[in-house]
């Protein structure tokens, strides 16, 4: 059978690979000059390839449509990427937070797995392909695939799979086209949103002072000021930009901020917050007894040099300015009160939250086919007989912390059976 495969990323591939491996005759379209350009900037370049976590918790991890991804997530699991990976001569290592990386740190060695098992199953590879139209014949009152029309001219098929990715990094190839090519097919695609993207803040000029500060074990929360709901919470890293907040607990919880009932509006009414818990360890009890004792070794300093080892160096200014505590202050003047407040600060530091940056700065894009349209089990469309989707262009996304690329291998395995 002519299989085409439209996008040459990790769900392409994989899809490539796995029909071929059935028995048919497949040819991989790449309208780049070459393959997985997104997977090699994954993880910061070390590509962050799966998580270790047992299957059943991907689910969970996954706040866009998991459920959808149960089968795929049953007939590709991460242990099977980790073997086709060593079957390819690459160990693999765990990090923290359950991070599954080449033991090589090079996204580019994961590539070159998947590189070199394409070639070895000699899959006809065309790049600077891109398709313009896919082509479908009515039989019997069903639409069916015939081929593809493409700046390269036409090619024949019984099966195309569309895997050009999503909207997020477009200089990678992610520019949408497989919206507009389904779409086109009578496919709807739900409305596109920046997902696991860094926040904005009111606060632009407090954090453009603490830019490049990253704070490790702290305790975030996202909260809606107007019903008092807590809406994420998370532990981890987080970082300071120009314009407000990144790091990854910040991309997970704007991955759950962006579904979140008329973002939009509470976002431009200041009704979302970020409180960080710089001190989470401990309670307010606990630090206000810690801070007694900083106090008493420097009773004859200012206030202002009272935090060295309380806080990190670059973040002092801001907490002093935010205590409203003068800073020129006599430590052992200040009052148990003004203490009090200081220590309500370090447990509740609020960052106003006013935006999510463009989705061209996206690790993932929220939104794209709708998964009512796609047979969860086979991942083919319930529309066009003999086309089917895999990875970030359908409406399902992520966390970090590799799930994403799980969805990718997961999705791309199961189209590739190519199971009607």
């Known amino acids: 059978m002519k299989v085409i495969v439209i996008g040459g990323g990790p769900a392409g591939m994989m899809s490539a690979i796995t029909a071929k491996q059935n028995g048919h005759e497949v040819i991989l379209l790449e309208k780049m000059k070459s393959l997985g350009r997104k997977l090699l900037i994954t993880g910061k370049g070390r590509c962050n390839i799966t998580s270790s976590l047992g299957m059943e918790e991907f689910i969970p991890n996954t706040p866009g449509n998991g459920m959808f991804l149960y089968s795929c997530y049953q007939n590709y699991t991460n242990k099977d990427i980790i073997n086709f990976l ?248 200040i009052t148990k009160q003004e203490r009090k407040k200081l220590v309500n600060l370090l447990k509740n530091l609020v960052i106003p939250i006013k935006n999510f940056r463009p989705i061209e700065e996206a690790i993932i894009t929220s939104g794209g086919i709708n998964i009512k349209e796609i047979n969860p089990k086979t991942m083919q469309s319930k529309k066009i007989s003999g086309l089917y989707f895999a990875g970030e262009i359908i409406d399902v996304d992520s966390y970090t912390g590799g799930f994403n690329l799980q969805i990718a291998y997961s999705t791309g395995y199961t189209a590739g059976l190519l199971k009607e």
């Open 86 to 333: 060593k079957s390819q001569g690459l160990e693999v290592k765990e990090e923290r937070g359950n991070r599954i990386f080449p033991i090589t740190d090079k996204s580019q060695d994961v590539l070159d797995c998947f590189f070199k098992k394409l070639k070895e199953l000699k899959i006809d590879i065309k790049y600077n392909t891109t398709v313009t139209r896919i082509d479908i014949k009515q039989k019997n009152g069903t639409a069916q695939i015939v081929g593809v029309q493409t700046n390269n001219g036409k090619f024949e098929a019984e099966k195309v799979i569309l895997a050009t990715g999503g909207k997020s990094y477009p200089l990678t190839g992610s520019t949408g086209d497989g919206y507009k090519l389904a779409e086109e097919l009578g496919h709807t695609v739900t409305q596109i949103k920046p997902s696991l993207v860094p926040l904005e803040s009111y606060k632009k000029d407090m954090c453009k002072q603490l830019q490049g500060l990253s704070l490790k074990n702290v305790k975030i929360y996202l909260i809606d000021t107007n019903t008092k709901k807590e809406i994420y919470e998370d532990f981890g890293e987080m970082l300071f930009t120009h314009f407000g907040v990144s790091g990854p607990t910040i991309l997970s919880a704007s991955a759950h901020l962006v579904r979140y009932p008329q973002i939009e509006n509470k976002l431009k009414n200041k009704e979302i917050e970020l409180t960080i818990d710089l001190k989470p360890a401990l309670t307010e009890e606990k630090l206000d007894e810690r801070i007694l004792r900083d106090f008493q070794e420097y009773k004859n300093k200012q206030y202002k040099n009272s935090l060295d080892k309380l806080l990190p160096q670059k973040l002092i200014p801001v907490i002093v300015q935010e205590s409203k505590i003068q800073a020129n202050k006599p430590v052992n003047e």
